[in-house]
């Protein structure tokens, strides 16, 4: 009787303890997202921990001497430019698909920027936001140029390799049922594995984002013996991601992302910003905190977009850099070219 | 101890010295500690997921799944809810467990007790064998296998037939079998039921030619004749088919074993086998060597030695460390998702990323691994008390 007492009382004090515990602090002891957490966590920190994929050439790709790279890795330089004035102020995390929205909801790193296809169901359900999309994309297949496969009907009785926790798993599901296609899929949970096997002949088709089919073209041994196939699956908007309920942070992430766009379309650039010193254009001063508080108004230094181009550039620059005309894929810019252009980049006014 | 309560006010000093009062005392801080550290966990978890707006659930596992699977023992479709997916990767789990747990028994006792053979290279290779596979992580040897040994197979155009009735390509193993999975299944419970009818009849033989030194024809006929009946239900009612080569490249009939299955079941069978195999050798070391001799004293052969008088002596130290070697192997099945084999933890990554709700996903998970684990405990626990001395 006794030691069921003793359990009792245990219980309850533990109970008490529980029901006491309505304070908004997490594990690490940093302050909840109750008004303006994030933001001034990495202010606190001094440094931006960014979750990228780390694996894919022109996204983000760690080189021989560790420096990550790629369009991706340029948006966290992007927001740790504008939040702590300096582009080198991060810490790149490398997730999976599968690991990368439980680090961010358990606010392991503060925002992603690692090719998240913007989703309803994880807008809503999964609790994550999304900042605008820094690059328009479409499923596409992977196939030997030898294999005779023209088509996605083609692959019946074949195998496809695919990565485990990304959209393009379900889409892959989704095209095939509606075509009435039986294929085998063979889902990895890691990306090099998945081409490992596709390289060595497990998969006749390998299926991922257009561009990243591109990319990692690129890192096979032979990547002439390979083509794309004629095929979009699905549409693949990409771009950094935020936890939900922080606004002030969410808000941060996406105007530093539409500021990029929005230089483009000023045609600052990181060559030319010192002309703009004394700008006569209202909108201009505004847009690099001459005029206005823009910048003030978020929690961030005024001039934030002045740092942002210096430093990292405009978003015509990030591209070319990256993954356009003047890196080995060049790509088009196609519907990532400004909206003035005939593309899909559109940044709401700066006002 | 002086404790004598009733004459004297409290005495605190005296409590303190008390052994009895520190015993209890030490139970009640830990308890305390350990219900403190869960509920500061289950607290916070609480918070972050109110923090994200979110309920704790299972609803979700009503939802359609949407995703495809590459192998599964029961039908599905990909609009079928996620508790479905979840039961198609539970069969593929149980598929390479109790594969495993059959090859790597056979596997790490012929090992085990090739450490003790008189030929020396077959005792070299075991001791090789062990040393080499235990020092290498389980990932690393289940890449090998996967690519460098099956991967290193010809594609389905170059397959290597054997003798036409397996056939091995970079997709699979194909080998003869049942033209139904009720068959199969028949097949299955007729081998399972003939080997428990054989072993029941083999020890009454074996005690009534013990108790009355004559008799046990009856039960031998009994033996003949299940033998016969399996036999026959294996050859002729399975509806055997065999794999047939296509022109082109291809195999049509009988059954395929996945590359992903097979590359998965012999890094596990390897793997967990070298530790059976060191098990099995300390067993037999623990019988002592009078044992030994006294058997070779009586005119044992070898083979009979070890078979009659060593092996079921050395059994009551193999089981329990047995027990924890299959446990293992369980729960390394769920590595097998890094060569695309879709278990249950391959789908329960899959559902949980679409879902966005690891910590439900999780829950599943560790129930049903503590549910398979309890499982061979309890199986292996009754077969432990068996081989137990006997004390009358």
């Known amino acids: 009787m006794r030691k069921w007492g003793f359990l009792a009382a245990a219980l309850g004090l533990t109970l008490a303890a529980c029901g006491g515990g309505t304070t908004t602090t997490n594990a690490d002891g940093e302050a909840a997202p109750a008004g303006g957490g994030r933001l001034d966590v990495v202010k606190g920190r001094g440094q931006l921990i960014c979750g990228v994929d780390g694996g894919i050439p022109g996204f983000s790709f760690v080189d021989e001497s560790g420096t990550y790279t790629g369009l991706d890795v340029d948006i966290c330089k992007a927001v740790a430019a504008a939040v702590l004035g300096d582009a080198e102020a991060v810490e790149y995390r490398r997730l999976d698909s599968t690991e990368r929205f439980t680090a961010l909801s358990g606010g392991e790193v503060d925002m992603l920027s690692r090719n998240t296809t913007w989703t309803i169901s994880r807008d809503t359900s999964v609790g994550l936001e999304f900042a605008p999309t820094t690059f328009f994309d479409g499923q596409g297949m992977l196939v030997r140029a030898d294999s005779g496969i023209a088509g996605l009907e083609d692959f019946a009785g074949k195998a496809i390799c695919v990565e485990t926790g990304t959209t393009t798993e379900l889409n892959l599901t989704d095209q095939m049922r509606q075509l009435g296609v039986d294929f085998e899929p063979v889902v990895f949970q890691d990306a090099d594995a998945a081409y490992a096997a596709y390289d060595e002949g497990r998969c006749e088709g390998m299926t991922s984002d257009k561009s990243q089919l591109v990319a990692r073209r690129s890192t096979l041994p032979n990547p002439d013996e390979h083509t794309l196939l004629e095929v979009t699956m699905s549409k693949e908007p990409l771009g950094p991601v935020t936890t939900n309920n922080d606004s002030s942070w969410y808000d941060v992430v996406k105007w530093v992302t539409y500021g990029l766009i929005q230089a483009e379309e000023f045609g600052i650039t990181s060559e030319n910003i010192a002309t703009f010193e004394a700008t006569e254009n209202p909108d201009i001063a505004r847009f690099l905190g001459q005029e206005g508080t823009l910048g003030t108004d978020m929690g961030l230094p005024n001039d934030f977009m002045v740092k942002v181009i210096t430093q990292v550039g405009n978003y015509g620059e990030v591209y070319d850099r990256n993954v356009g005309a003047d890196s080995e894929f060049a790509l088009e810019r196609g519907q990532n070219a400004l909206w003035s252009e005939g593309g899909l980049m559109y940044s709401p006014p700066f006002r | 101890m002086a404790h004598d309560s009733g004459s004297r006010s409290f005495d605190l000093k005296a409590m303190l010295r008390d052994e009895r009062f520190w015993k209890i005392a030490f139970q009640v801080i830990t308890l305390l500690v350990v219900l403190l550290l869960l509920s500061f966990f289950l607290g916070n978890l609480n918070r972050n997921l109110i923090q994200q707006g979110r309920a704790f659930g299972f609803s979700f596992l009503r939802n359609p799944a949407g995703f495809s699977i590459g192998e599964s023992l029961i039908q599905y479709r990909p609009n079928d809810p996620y508790w479905r997916a979840l039961m198609v990767g539970l069969g593929n789990t149980l598929t390479l467990v109790v594969g495993g747990i059959v090859l790597t028994t056979l596997l790490g006792v012929v090992a085990g007790v090739a450490s003790f053979s008189k030929n020396w290279l077959l005792q070299k290779l075991s001791r090789v064998y062990v040393g080499l596979v235990q020092n290498i992580p389980l990932l690393l040897q289940l890449f090998f296998w996967y690519f460098a040994i099956f991967g290193a197979l010809p594609n389905p155009a170059n397959q290597i037939g054997i003798l036409g009735l397996a056939f091995l390509n970079n997709r699979g193993v194909y080998i003869p079998w049942a033209s139904s999975a009720l068959l199969a299944i028949l097949g299955i419970a007729a081998t399972v039921g003939a080997a428990i009818a054989a ?194």
């Open chain 2, 199 to 392: 072993l029941f009849l083999w020890r009454w033989r074996t005690k009534i030619r013990i108790e009355t030194g004559v008799g046990g024809q009856a039960q031998s006929i009994a033996l003949a004749v299940v033998a016969l009946a399996w036999l026959a239900i294996i050859t002729l009612g399975m509806n055997w088919t065999v794999p047939e080569g296509v022109e082109g490249g291809g195999v049509t009939g009988g059954l395929r074993l996945s590359r992903e299955y097979v590359a998965s079941l012999t890094a596990l069978v390897f793997y967990t086998s070298a530790f059976v195999a060191e098990i099995v050798r300390a067993g037999i070391q623990s019988v002592s060597k009078g044992q030994w001799e006294a058997a070779r004293t009586l005119g044992l052969n070898a083979g009979m030695v070890m078979r009659l008088v060593v092996f079921p002596q050395a059994l009551r130290v193999i089981i329990p460390p047995m027990n924890s070697q299959y446990m293992n192997l369980t729960k390394n099945s769920s590595l097998a998702f890094a060569i695309a084999f879709p278990e249950i933890y391959s789908i329960a990554t899959t559902t949980y990323n679409q879902t966005g709700r690891p910590v439900e996903v999780f829950v599943v998970m560790m129930a049903t691994y503590l549910t398979l684990c309890l499982l061979i405990t309890v199986v292996m626990n009754q077969f432990n008390r068996s081989v137990q001395f006997k004390e009358r």
